[in-house]
């Protein structure tokens, strides 16, 4: 074995070195090849190199082959697998069918395996007999000469060449990697690399428990660690011609062109590839993007990756470092990890991981708001020694980082994301131009985001609802490590669980770590569960209050006799901060304990008549509610908030039906339009049909009136889209009359322009409607064909929901979308096939497709479809001057496909890697004069430019927001 350790880099990663380390070598003139085929060669050079040495250089024209071997099972295996790996390479460019180009003067071949160097019978000497043989066998290749560099000959390379190793660093460095960084580090980052060490062995503990990983135990006094509970989530790619290529992370088929993986391990082995710009190809997607739904385990998966490289960093001796509460934490993670499969990394970078909202908050508390600052804060924080921004820069230069940035969806004022996305982007910038290995891995809800993380940057997974093994594996564990000491009562819930997911509308309830965390612990309790979210959450709050009301306690009897007073504690905190996060300048996620206790006391003096007794009181009710309900809890000493977003959206959502039922409706729809409440209100509208039955009419008709209220409602039909959700819920499953209603109303968006977001979700839960209620799929096929006898963008959007449900596993829905879709082709028109042409589900081509695919005949941008829409000169504002402007830099292709039948009909693309919400459009977020422009430009588009009409109606969402969301919190009479 060598001074490194090269097993750790993977194939690719070991091709990736084989380049560097050629060009160091033979000099810049070799040409290096991409991932994918290459054949037969990683590298190239043509002409004279500086190799092997002086006076005896090659000249002429040589390849560089790598091969590596996963594991090596000793010198002698060794040998022999590598001959027979370079007798195939060697008998593949004799071979005359063969598609390699000329033959090489020149071999190199690279190898992490180790040859010996006895002479005549050593490994060296017999793969240099070999090569020679072949030479002598096959005059016609004229090859003048070879080289092998096996493991000890790269190592030694490594040692010359000082840039190659530290780029590799993560990957090869052998052993106890934190013992060694003082190897890799220069002397003026020796004390830097020490406090980094540190700050890894305490987020190591600090990160060992999830945040509801009890589930209510907490007034047990129970902590759940993460890693017994961990598991591994599903996520999708986007559309793509072919699956990805992947070591480690598994690859499922979902439909054609349509692939998943497990969100970890495609994360973990994304970051075992070296990703400094010096490495990476121009447009290359170094970060990824993970999008997904309330208490879909966003967070948590962040946190399981940053614990998954601190495992790695101490691996093989690292644990010398720490306490022993630190060795077993960490013996524990790597049993856990092993448990579910999830290897540890190859890279060991170092792990960083900023909730975003509270970084919105020190950039809104008027702090220095570069990031790079917070995280050298971060690191500062608990330390007894003091980093500097400097000390930090330096590190990132010389070690690969995990940036994990959770949660940008709660970071809610367009205003304040735009500063905190403005601080990551020079952040980025700055770890660019210094050359750092950085992966970011951002999260974030689907709902309100728009496309704010560079897609040029930034790969995007979604993670899939939860299907029905991966919610009982999750319960499984859940269930073990709950009950360890009580195998009945884990049989017991494991198989209600079991139960439950057989049954299909309870089944819709285990789509999320989160609804299956709530529903485990109901099954503690009860033998059936709700069936909506509302009444999930409802019955988990009961559960749990039941719970400490059955302990014969001071506390027990204090929470039977205040019901009323505690409910309303929650309900206020939930409305609070739920107003706060909808509001500029707003983000906290708690309230200060002293305003809180104030508020409780103000409605405590009302009943008793007595300060003194309605201080003590709102004391005692809010410690009780804070240390054994565990729903609301003191994150900072002097503050009360939810540790879990979900319920705080909860206890909105009960607020927003309570007070006087005249108010209710018209306070939903006043909140319909706004991402910052949306999952409160589906949560409130799911609460309506159970608990105020006679209000249900009322609310789906407030759905159609917010739609038809104006042009811009018209065209977002933001009740539609709620209607969609409402039916994704499952709310009107045991109401067929409603739940035709609610299908009605959400197959109005079949008939609107196309929107990538909105129609594949329609197309996904129309379909799930369309096989359960036969009512309902009519309605949903009616409405499909009238789409598809339009003439423009609503074509379009029909064809992508026939796609969709082309796969779908539904026989009847399989078998109309079948034939709708051959008899619609059989009778569109030129310009109609032509304008169809660039799309596969309604995602915009990348340049390789539009190469390949389409001739372009010109390049404009945005700006030029809203010049004859703009008023006079005199007339425009400056906001819309600079919202034109911006849309300069937005990209527009006016193509022809290559196909011969359509090379007659021109159609417009859009660029779409660009994000829509640059600083003017941000800036004209309510401008009267922009939106109008957008409704302008979506109405002129015809079919062949429906790709324009689709980026218009994105920045209308944008635009338009100012205008469709109440500027006022909702009052609740009663709790706010």
Same mark, same amino acid.
């Given at each position: 074995?060598?001074?490194?350790?090269l097993t750790r880099l993977g194939s690719r990663e070991f091709e990736h070195l084989s380049q560097a380390l050629s060009k160091c070598a033979l000099g810049p003139g070799v040409s290096v090849f991409g991932d994918g085929k290459d054949g037969g060669r990683e590298a190239t050079f043509e002409g004279a190199v500086s190799y092997p040495y002086a006076g005896d250089e090659w000249n002429g024209y040589?390849?560089?082959?790598?091969?590596?071997?996963?594991?090596?099972?000793?010198?002698?295996?060794?040998?022999?697998?590598?001959?027979?790996?370079?007798?195939?390479?060697?008998?593949?460019?004799?071979?005359?069918?063969?598609?390699?180009?000329?033959?090489?003067?020149?071999?190199?071949?690279?190898?992490?395996?180790?040859?010996?160097?006895?002479?005549?019978?050593?490994?060296?000497?017999?793969?240099?007999?070999?090569?020679?043989?072949?030479?002598?066998?096959?005059?016609?290749?004229?090859?003048?000469?070879?080289?092998?560099?096996?493991?000890?000959?790269?190592?030694?390379?490594?040692?010359?060449?000082?840039?190659?190793?530290?780029?590799?660093?993560?990957?090869?460095?052998?052993?106890?990697?934190?013992?060694?960084?003082?190897?890799?580090?220069?002397?003026?980052?020796?004390?830097?690399?020490?406090?980094?060490?540190?700050?890894?062995?305490?987020?190591?503990?600090?990160?060992?428990?999830?945040?509801?990983?009890?589930?209510?135990?907490?007034?047990?006094?129970?902590?759940?660690?993460?890693?017994?509970?961990?598991?591994?989530?599903?996520?999708?790619?986007?559309?793509r011609d072919c699956p990805p290529s992947l070591d480690r992370a598994p690859v499922y088929e979902e439909a054609s062109g349509l692939y998943a993986t497990r969100a970890a391990a495609y994360i973990l082995e994304r970051g075992d590839t070296v990703l400094r710009p010096s490495h990476q190809g121009a447009g290359e997607q170094r970060h990824i993007l993970l999008i997904g739904g309330p208490g879909q385990g966003k967070s948590t998966l962040g946190q399981l990756v940053c614990?998954?490289?601190?495992?790695?960093?101490?691996?093989?001796?690292?644990?010398?470092?720490?306490?022993?509460?630190?060795?077993?934490?960490?013996?524990?993670?790597?049993?856990?990890?092993?448990?579910?499969?999830?290897?540890?990394?190859?890279?060991?970078?170092?792990?960083?991981?900023?909730?975003?909202?509270?970084?919105?908050?020190?950039?809104?508390?008027?702090?220095?708001?570069?990031?790079?600052?917070?995280?050298?804060?971060?690191?500062?924080?608990?330390?007894?020694?003091?980093?500097?921004?400097?000390?930090?820069?330096?590190?990132?230069?010389?070690?690969?980082?995990?940036?994990?940035?959770?949660?940008?969806?709660?970071?809610?004022?367009?205003?304040?994301?735009?500063?905190?996305?403005?601080?990551?982007?020079?952040?980025?910038?700055?770890?660019?131009?210094?050359?750092?290995?950085?992966?970011?891995?951002?999260?974030?809800?689907?709902?309100?985001?728009?496309?704010?993380?560079?897609?040029?940057?930034? %790969?995007? $997974?979604?993670?899939?609802?939860? +299907?029905?093994?991966? &919610?009982?594996?999750? *319960?499984? =564990? @859940?269930?073990? #490590?709950?009950?360890?000491?009580?195998?009945?009562?884990?049989?017991?819930?494991?198989?209600?669980?079991?139960?439950?997911?057989?049954?299909?509308?309870?089944?819709?309830?285990?789509?999320?770590?989160?609804?299956?965390?709530?529903?485990?612990?109901?099954?503690?309790?009860?033998?059936?569960?709700?069936?909506?979210?509302?009444?999930?959450?409802?019955?988990?709050?009961?559960?749990?209050?039941?719970?400490?009301?059955?302990?014969?306690?001071?506390?027990?009897?204090?929470?039977?006799?205040?019901?009323?007073?505690?409910?309303?504690?929650?309900?206020?905190?939930?409305?609070?901060?739920?107003?706060?996060?909808?509001?500029?300048?707003?983000?906290?996620?708690?309230?200060?304990?002293?305003?809180?206790?104030?508020?409780?006391? %103000?409605? $405590?003096?009302?009943?008793?008549? +007595?300060?003194?007794? &309605?201080?003590?009181? *709102?004391? =005692? @009710?809010?410690? #009780?509610?804070?240390?054994?309900?565990?729903?609301?809890?003191?994150?900072?000493?002097?503050?009360?908030?939810?540790?879990?977003?979900?319920?705080?959206?909860?206890?909105?959502?009960?607020?927003?039906?309570?007070?006087?039922?005249?108010?209710?409706?018209?306070?939903?729809?006043?909140?319909?339009?706004?991402?910052?409440?949306?999952?409160?209100?589906?949560?409130?509208?799911?609460?309506?049909?159970?608990?105020?039955?006679?209000?249900?009419?009322?609310?789906?008709?407030?759905?159609?009136?917010?739609?038809?209220?104006?042009?811009?409602?018209?065209?977002?039909?933001?009740?539609?889209?709620?209607?969609?959700?409402?039916?994704?819920?499952?709310?009107?499953?045991?109401?067929?009359?409603?739940?035709?209603?609610?299908?009605?109303?959400?197959?109005?968006?079949?008939?609107?322009?196309?929107?990538?977001?909105?129609?594949?979700?329609?197309?996904?839960?129309?379909?799930?409607?369309?096989?359960?209620?036969?009512?309902?799929?009519?309605?949903?096929?009616?409405?499909?064909?009238?789409?598809?006898?339009?003439?423009?963008?609503?074509?379009?959007?029909?064809?992508?929901?026939?796609?969709?449900?082309?796969?779908?596993?539904?026989?009847?829905?399989?078998?109309?979308?079948?034939?709708?879709?051959?008899?619609?082709?059989?009778?569109?028109?030129?310009?109609?096939?032509?304008?169809?042409?660039?799309?596969?589900?309604?995602?915009?081509?990348?340049?390789?497709?539009?190469?390949?695919?389409?001739?372009?005949?010109?390049?404009?941008?945005?700006?030029?479809?809203?010049?004859?829409?703009?008023?006079?000169?005199?007339?425009?504002?400056?906001?819309?001057?600079?919202?034109?402007?911006?849309?300069?830099?937005?990209?527009?292709?006016?193509?022809?496909?290559?196909?011969?039948?359509?090379?007659?009909?021109?159609?417009?693309?859009?660029?779409?890697?660009?994000?829509?919400?640059?600083?003017?459009?941000?800036?004209?977020?309510?401008?009267?004069?922009?939106?109008?422009?957008?409704?302008?430009?979506?109405?002129?588009?015809?079919?062949?430019?429906?790709?324009?009409?689709?980026?218009?109606?994105?920045?209308?969402?944008?635009?338009?927001?100012?205008?469709?969301?109440?500027?006022?919190?909702?009052?609740?009479?009663?709790?706010?």
């Open positions: 074995m060598g001074d490194y350790d040589g390849v560089v082959q790598a091969k590596f071997k996963q594991r090596s099972a000793g010198v002698s295996s060794s040998t022999e697998w590598l001959e027979r790996q370079i007798k195939a390479e060697l008998n593949e460019w004799l071979r005359p069918e063969s598609k390699r180009e000329r033959l090489p003067e020149y071999l190199l071949f690279t190898t992490n395996v180790p040859l010996s160097a006895v002479p005549d019978t050593g490994g060296i000497a017999r793969v240099n007999r070999l090569i020679a043989a072949y030479r002598e066998q096959n005059p016609q290749w004229k090859l003048k000469g070879w080289s092998v560099w096996h493991e000890e000959e790269i190592c030694r390379l490594l040692d010359c060449y000082d840039g190659v190793r530290r780029a590799y660093a993560h990957f090869v460095t052998p052993g106890d990697v934190l013992s060694r960084l003082m190897d890799t580090v220069s002397d003026a980052d020796r004390e830097t690399a020490e406090l980094i060490r540190a700050h890894v062995g305490r987020e190591l503990l600090a990160d060992q428990y999830v945040r509801l990983g009890e589930s209510g135990a907490q007034g047990d006094n129970q902590r759940m660690r993460l890693g017994p509970v961990a598991v591994d989530l599903r996520t999708s790619f986007g559309p614990q998954a490289y601190r495992a790695a960093l101490m691996e093989e001796g690292g644990e010398q470092l720490l306490t022993a509460e630190a060795r077993m934490a960490l013996e524990a993670l790597r049993e856990d990890l092993a448990a579910i499969g999830l290897h540890l990394p190859n890279g060991r970078r170092w792990p960083v991981r900023v909730a975003l909202n509270d970084y919105a908050n020190a950039v809104l508390g008027g702090e220095d708001v570069s990031l790079l600052r917070y995280l050298v804060n971060k690191v500062n924080r608990r330390a007894s020694e003091r980093v500097t921004g400097a000390h930090l820069k330096r590190w990132l230069r010389t070690w690969p980082c995990v940036l994990v940035l959770d949660g940008l969806d709660e970071v809610a004022s367009p205003h304040t994301r735009e500063d905190v996305l403005s601080a990551i982007s020079d952040f980025l910038l700055e770890a660019r131009q210094i050359d750092a290995d950085l992966l970011v891995v951002a999260t974030t809800r689907p709902q309100g985001y728009k496309g704010e993380f560079h897609s040029g940057d930034y %790969e995007t $997974l979604t993670l899939a609802p939860m +299907d029905a093994s991966d &919610a009982l594996q999750y *319960a499984e =564990r @859940l269930a073990t #490590a709950r009950h360890s000491d009580d195998p009945e009562m884990r049989e017991t819930v494991l198989a209600r669980v079991e139960q439950a997911a057989r049954e299909d509308a309870t089944a819709r309830l285990m789509r999320s770590p989160l609804q299956v965390t709530i529903m485990s612990l109901l099954m503690e309790r009860r033998a059936r569960i709700p069936q909506n979210r509302y009444e999930l959450f409802t019955a988990y709050y009961d559960t749990i209050y039941a719970r400490e009301v059955d302990k014969p306690t001071s506390t027990g009897q204090l929470l039977a006799d205040h019901r009323f007073h505690i409910d309303w504690l929650h309900q206020y905190v939930g409305l609070l901060l739920q107003s706060r996060a909808a509001q500029d300048n707003e983000l906290d996620a708690v309230v200060e304990e002293n305003d809180l206790r104030e508020r409780a006391q %103000e409605r $405590l003096l009302k009943e008793t008549d +007595d300060p003194d007794q &309605a201080e003590a009181l *709102a004391r =005692r @009710l809010i410690d #009780a509610a804070t240390d054994r309900l565990v729903l609301l809890v003191a994150p900072d000493a002097g503050y009360v908030g939810f540790e879990v977003r979900s319920l705080q959206e909860y206890m909105g959502a009960r607020a927003l039906i309570s007070g006087p039922e005249i108010d209710i409706v018209p306070r939903l729809e006043s909140l319909a339009s706004s991402s910052s409440w949306r999952n409160a209100w589906l949560l409130a509208a799911a609460g309506i049909f159970p608990t105020k039955p006679h209000l249900r009419g009322d609310l789906l008709n407030a759905l159609r009136a917010l739609d038809s209220r104006d042009e811009i409602t018209m065209t977002l039909m933001p009740g539609a889209r709620l209607a969609l959700d409402l039916l994704d819920e499952g709310v009107t499953r045991q109401h067929p009359r409603f739940h035709n209603l609610l299908v009605d109303h959400a197959t109005a968006l079949i008939g609107q322009v196309p929107r990538p977001n909105v129609h594949h979700h329609c197309a996904r839960t129309l379909l799930d409607a369309a096989a359960h209620h036969q009512q309902a799929r009519t309605r949903i096929e009616h409405a499909l064909k009238d789409a598809l006898s339009a003439r423009d963008g609503r074509l379009v959007t029909a064809l992508n929901v026939l796609s969709d449900w082309q796969q779908s596993k539904h026989g009847l829905t399989r078998s109309f979308a079948d034939r709708m879709w051959a008899a619609t082709m059989a009778r569109l028109s030129l310009e109609e096939h032509a304008a169809i042409s660039p799309v596969t589900q309604l995602e915009y081509p990348d340049h390789q497709q539009l190469q390949q695919d389409f001739v372009v005949v010109e390049q404009t941008s945005l700006a030029n479809f809203v010049q004859s829409h703009l008023p006079e000169p005199h007339a425009q504002t400056a906001v819309v001057a600079e919202f034109v402007s911006g849309l300069n830099d937005h990209p527009v292709f006016r193509v022809r496909p290559k196909a011969r039948a359509l090379q007659s009909v021109d159609v417009t693309i859009v660029e779409g890697s660009l994000p829509l919400d640059t600083h003017g459009a941000v800036r004209a977020m309510g401008d009267p004069q922009a939106v109008q422009l957008c409704l302008d430009v979506i109405r002129a588009q015809p079919i062949t430019a429906w790709h324009v009409a689709t980026a218009f109606i994105q920045l209308l969402d944008l635009l338009a927001y100012p205008v469709l969301v109440s500027s006022t919190s909702p009052s609740v009479e009663g709790i706010s």
